[in-house]
């Protein structure tokens, strides 16, 4: 069973291989820690939800994450309903993090790189509005943080076409069923999202 265990956790670091970034797990998810006023959350969609909430947790400061649907028109949305591509909702990951460990520059910078934000209504071979680029600010502070960090990549060479990220207001988060929740952790499967190159 050790064994077993340690290759998962080898192929799920494999695969959040490709961010530059230090490494911690996440230990709490975003309901045990909801009463900690330390801490702030932050919403991306970035392709599928499973590599991208690997991503997160392995990130210094991170301190809880979940996956779900948010800005969609549809309440209670189920994967099927997003799948269908039809209420509106992007596959998200709520990140619960320290402010005094990371900043949340520093977690748009991990976003950058862990997706193509080129990519319109799709990542790689997931096509549809569920897997589009997109960051839900939380307050306007971080809304500010987006548009200029936004503005950085298209202007810093790095990328050879717009970046097609949608920044808008954070809406109901509505969390995923069980199954998805630390998929990558879980069954060790092939993350779906495209890390941006270089």
Same mark, same amino acid.
């Given at each position: 069973?050790?064994?077993l265990?340690?290759?998962?956790?080898?192929?799920?670091?494999?695969?959040?291989?490709?961010?530059? /970034?230090?490494?911690?797990?996440?230990? /709490?998810?975003?309901?045990?820690?909801? =009463?900690?006023?330390?801490?702030?959350?932050?919403?991306f =969609?970035?392709?599928?939800?499973?590599?991208?909430?690997?991503?997160?947790?392995?990130?210094?400061?991170?301190?809880?994450?979940?996956?779900? %649907? $948010?800005?969609?028109?549809?309440?209670?949305?189920?994967?099927?309903?997003?799948?269908?591509? /039809?209420?509106?909702?992007?596959?998200?990951?709520?990140?619960?993090?320290? &402010?005094?460990?990371?900043?949340?520059?520093? !977690?748009?910078?991990v976003?950058?790189?862990?997706?193509?934000?080129?990519?319109?209504?799709?990542?790689? &071979?997931?096509?549809?509005?569920?897997?589009? $680029?997109?960051?839900?600010?939380?307050? &306007?502070?971080?809304?500010?943080?987006?548009?200029?960090?936004?503005?950085?990549?298209?202007?810093? =060479?790095?990328?050879? /076409?717009?970046?097609?990220?949608?920044?808008?207001?954070?809406?109901?988060?509505?969390?995923?069923?069980? %199954?998805?929740?630390? %998929?990558?952790?879980?069954? =060790?499967g092939?993350?779906?999202?495209?890390? !941006?190159d270089?």
């Amino acid at each position: 069973m050790r064994i077993l265990t340690g290759t998962i956790l080898i192929l799920a670091a494999a695969l959040v291989g490709a961010c530059d /970034k230090p490494t911690r797990a996440a230990d /709490k998810s975003p309901a045990q820690i909801g =009463g900690d006023a330390t801490m702030e959350k932050a919403m991306f =969609g970035a392709g599928c939800f499973w590599g991208v909430e690997a991503t997160f947790r392995e990130v210094e400061g991170v301190v809880g994450t979940a996956v779900g %649907y $948010s800005g969609g028109t549809l309440e209670n949305p189920t994967y099927e309903d997003v799948c269908g591509d /039809k209420t509106g909702h992007a596959e998200v990951v709520l990140v619960t993090f320290d &402010p005094s460990v990371i900043s949340y520059d520093q !977690l748009l910078d991990v976003f950058w790189k862990c997706h193509d934000p080129t990519q319109v209504m799709r990542q790689g &071979p997931d096509v549809g509005s569920q897997y589009r $680029s997109a960051i839900f600010t939380f307050t &306007p502070e971080q809304k500010a943080a987006a548009e200029a960090s936004k503005n950085r990549l298209d202007e810093s =060479g790095r990328v050879s /076409k717009p970046v097609a990220t949608e920044i808008t207001p954070a809406s109901t988060f509505w969390r995923a069923e069980e %199954y998805h929740q630390r %998929y990558v952790e879980k069954h =060790g499967g092939a993350a779906c999202h495209l890390p !941006l190159d270089e």
